[in-house]
Nanobody
Framework: QVQLVESGGGLVQAGGSLRLSCAAS????????MGWFRQAPGKEREFVAC???????YYADSVKGRFTISRDNAKNTVYLQMRRLKPEDTAVYYC????????????????WGQGTQVTVSS
């Protein structure tokens, strides 16, 4: 069992930056692919980024070049550095852990955090 707790969300102006953190419980953090997803009001949950056990990163086209995912296995934490934020990045951001390999498919992730709100004002 893995428990995930996100933090770092908030209100930021367009063009600004935020760093999200996701702290995981358990001793097997390094064996999981970690992902970030987001859900805006009235929209389906969508893939943002993921990082494999070997720290290979994958990004949605909408965030490529602006967001960076990283992980610190010693701290059982995954990060999402968000730069040049846009109003369309406004959403609840969720951290997820999966054991099926790096993929943008939410169905492949076994554990989810409660989410953290990111609001980008224009």
């Amino acid at each position: 069992q893995v428990q995930l707790v996100e933090s770092g969300g908030g209100l930021v102006q367009a063009g600004g930056s935020l760093r999200l953190s996701c702290a995981a419980s358990g001793r097997t953090f390094s064996s999981y692919t970690m992902g970030w997803f987001r859900q805006a009001p009235g929209k389906e949950r969508e893939f943002v980024a993921c990082i494999s056990r070997t720290s290979t990163a994958y990004y949605a086209d909408s965030v490529k070049g602006r967001f960076t995912i990283s992980r610190d296995n010693a701290k059982n934490t995954v990060y999402l550095q968000m730069r040049r934020l846009k109003p369309e990045d406004t959403a609840v951001y969720y951290c997820a852990a999966g054991s099926r390999g790096a993929a943008p498919n939410a169905a492949l992730y076994n554990y989810w955090g409660q989410g953290t709100q990111v609001t980008v004002s224009s």
